[in-house]
């Protein structure tokens, strides 16, 4: 069965930094493009950032040159780690395959205080 476990999230004030995890059981990353993705209330869930297979990474404007995505395929683990945050990125953060999408996971809740 697949299944997605994202963690990590929590309330951070602005300017301040997370690392958020998203574990994937039932998918074999290394065949697998991933993305983290956000929803903010009221909004449309978004793609903010991917990864593909040979780890070269694309994006979001609105995140560029503050969110990192990394993988490690040996724990079946997509990471993203967050700096400079500001309230605009509030949010409930989800991962998913882009090659092959799963059910989605709860996501994890951030939070940035201004």
């Known amino acids: 069965q697949v299944q997605l476990v994202e963690s990590g999230g929590g309330l951070v004030q602005a300017g301040g930094s997370l690392r958020l995890s998203c574990a994937a059981s039932?998918?074999?990353?290394?065949?697998?493009?991933m993305g983290w993705y956000r929803q903010a209330p009221g909004k449309q869930r978004e793609l903010v950032a991917r990864?593909?297979?040979?780890?070269?990474?694309n994006y979001a404007d609105s995140v560029k040159g503050r969110f990192t995505i990394s993988r490690d395929n040996a724990k079946n683990t997509v990471y993203r780690q967050m700096n400079s945050l500001k309230p605009e990125d509030t949010a409930v953060y989800y991962c998913?395959?882009?090659?092959?999408?799963?059910?989605w996971g709860q996501g994890t809740q951030v939070t940035v205080s201004s």
């Open positions: 998913n395959g882009l090659d092959y999408p799963a059910a």
């Open positions: 039932g998918i074999i990353l290394s065949i697998n493009a």
């Open positions: 990864i593909a297979r040979d780890s070269s990474t």
